[in-house]
């Protein structure tokens, strides 16, 4: 695997694999993705494509994005235009669906700013995708089941944020820990919206007997995030690609555990099929549990054996007062719940994931800053 073409076609080939049955199950049936164009879009919307290809025709799923490009339009997104079972739509969730709305059978809504530098830049923005463009969905799905076009599946994307700082007792943590979070700090515009979308889902689930589940993803990283998006990883790439030491904007202290784009993708759609309705579902991965300096120093390892990078890991405070505020210590899932009900098993290693997702940007450096 030497190209980002090379790092794709694998993981594409893993994620197709690991969900021939769940994708099957789609077939033949129409799935709207909110937010397709932002960094989990990248592989749910190839993954789908990718099913596309190998299936007979009449099994297609048929593909629609919504997304207000509120991050910037992404060129691999443009370069699928075209695709004849792609439908990209302009659209803002937060306003009220097209009239011209088709009949989903499946749907996921994963519009909503999810790095921490932009959705602090656009807080009013992240909670109406989370609340009000939920509502409307839901709303929608309530209809069609009026209709007699009843939904199949409706994924929400929490967030592992919803648990905010856990106490030491609930790490790993469990899906039944309630969490602890502000609801006034400079993070609660996400942790407090999405904890109200779940709020809104499992009551609509259990109101209306909807097929309504919900994932609460534990930091993804890989392709797709691209380089700008101010995360620690592609922060590190950036440095690593300009031939600069890699800037750490913490103590490095805090700990985390990374899953690999390509295995909560598959965590995902196992969700959607699969999942139990008004159920919230940890996607992640439990270990290894590593500090964000170890991160780093990872990271210039692998970046000296694939690039010849020469530099090191330095500290410097972000200029961004708030860049730390609320930031949560310690931030590991139990999967257990996943793995029993749903087959989840992730299995991509940290130092594989962290490579390709080296190889990645080697080839997508540049991006839109947005
Ligand atoms: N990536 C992770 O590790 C992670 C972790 C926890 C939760 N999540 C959740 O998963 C979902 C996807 O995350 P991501 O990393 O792809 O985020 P992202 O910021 O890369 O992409 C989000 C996309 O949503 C779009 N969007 C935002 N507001 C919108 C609106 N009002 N109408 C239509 N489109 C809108 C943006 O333009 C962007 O394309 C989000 O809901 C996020 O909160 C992600």
Redesign the pocket.
């Given at each position: 695997m030497r190209t980002s073409q090379d790092v794709i076609n694998r993981d594409l080939e893993y994620i197709y694999n690991k969900l021939k049955e769940e994708l099957a199950r789609l077939a033949g049936k129409k799935l709207l993705i909110?937010?397709g164009?932002?960094?989990?879009?990248y592989y749910l919307v190839q993954s789908i494509l990718y099913w596309n290809e190998r299936a007979e025709e009449a099994q297609d799923i048929r593909l629609t994005v919504?997304?207000?490009?509120?991050?910037g339009v992404p060129p691999w997104l443009t370069k699928l235009e075209g695709n004849k079972n792609l439908t990209l739509i302009k659209?803002?969730?937060?306003c009220p669906l097209p009239q011209d709305i088709e009949d989903f059978q499946y749907i996921i809504h994963?519009?909503?700013?999810?790095?921490p530098t932009y959705y602090r830049k656009h807080p009013i923005?992240t909670m109406?995708?989370n609340v009000k463009?939920l509502r409307f969905l839901l709303g929608y799905c309530r209809q069609q089941k009026e209709k007699n076009k009843p939904i199949e599946g409706f994924l929400f994307?929490s967030?592992?944020e919803i648990y905010g700082n856990s106490s030491p007792e609930n790490i790993p943590t469990p899906e039944t820990y309630y969490g602890y979070v502000s609801c006034t700090g400079p993070r609660a515009c996400y942790d407090e919206s999405k904890r109200y979308g779940e709020t809104l889902c499992v009551n609509f689930a259990r109101q209306y007997d909807l097929p309504i589940k919900i994932v609460r993803?534990f930091?993804?990283y890989g392709p797709g995030l691209k380089i700008t998006d101010r995360r620690a990883l592609p922060d590190f790439a950036r440095d690593v690609l300009a031939e600069r030491d890699i800037v750490m904007l913490s103590d490095g202290s805090p700990t985390r555990t990374f899953c690999y784009v390509a295995d909560a993708i598959v965590g995902y759609y196992k969700i959607l099929v699969r999942g139990q309705k008004g159920e919230a579902y940890n996607i992640g991965v439990e270990k290894p549990e590593i500090s964000i300096a170890d991160l780093a120093a990872r990271v210039v390892d692998l970046a000296r054996n694939l690039f010849g990078h020469k530099g090191k890991v330095v500290r410097q405070l972000s200029a961004d007062t708030d860049y730390l505020a609320d930031n949560p210590s310690r931030r590991c899932p139990s999967i257990a719940k996943a793995r029993n009900d749903l087959d989840y098993d992730p299995s991509i290693p940290l130092e594989e994931g962290l490579r390709r997702s080296l190889i990645w940007y080697y080839d997508n450096r540049d991006a839109e800053d947005a």
């Amino acid at each position: 695997m030497r190209t980002s073409q090379d790092v794709i076609n694998r993981d594409l080939e893993y994620i197709y694999n690991k969900l021939k049955e769940e994708l099957a199950r789609l077939a033949g049936k129409k799935l709207l993705i909110t937010g397709g164009a932002g960094f989990l879009g990248y592989y749910l919307v190839q993954s789908i494509l990718y099913w596309n290809e190998r299936a007979e025709e009449a099994q297609d799923i048929r593909l629609t994005v919504y997304d207000n490009y509120i991050r910037g339009v992404p060129p691999w997104l443009t370069k699928l235009e075209g695709n004849k079972n792609l439908t990209l739509i302009k659209h803002d969730i937060t306003c009220p669906l097209p009239q011209d709305i088709e009949d989903f059978q499946y749907i996921i809504h994963a519009a909503s700013i999810a790095s921490p530098t932009y959705y602090r830049k656009h807080p009013i923005e992240t909670m109406d995708a989370n609340v009000k463009g939920l509502r409307f969905l839901l709303g929608y799905c309530r209809q069609q089941k009026e209709k007699n076009k009843p939904i199949e599946g409706f994924l929400f994307f929490s967030t592992s944020e919803i648990y905010g700082n856990s106490s030491p007792e609930n790490i790993p943590t469990p899906e039944t820990y309630y969490g602890y979070v502000s609801c006034t700090g400079p993070r609660a515009c996400y942790d407090e919206s999405k904890r109200y979308g779940e709020t809104l889902c499992v009551n609509f689930a259990r109101q209306y007997d909807l097929p309504i589940k919900i994932v609460r993803p534990f930091n993804n990283y890989g392709p797709g995030l691209k380089i700008t998006d101010r995360r620690a990883l592609p922060d590190f790439a950036r440095d690593v690609l300009a031939e600069r030491d890699i800037v750490m904007l913490s103590d490095g202290s805090p700990t985390r555990t990374f899953c690999y784009v390509a295995d909560a993708i598959v965590g995902y759609y196992k969700i959607l099929v699969r999942g139990q309705k008004g159920e919230a579902y940890n996607i992640g991965v439990e270990k290894p549990e590593i500090s964000i300096a170890d991160l780093a120093a990872r990271v210039v390892d692998l970046a000296r054996n694939l690039f010849g990078h020469k530099g090191k890991v330095v500290r410097q405070l972000s200029a961004d007062t708030d860049y730390l505020a609320d930031n949560p210590s310690r931030r590991c899932p139990s999967i257990a719940k996943a793995r029993n009900d749903l087959d989840y098993d992730p299995s991509i290693p940290l130092e594989e994931g962290l490579r390709r997702s080296l190889i990645w940007y080697y080839d997508n450096r540049d991006a839109e800053d947005a």
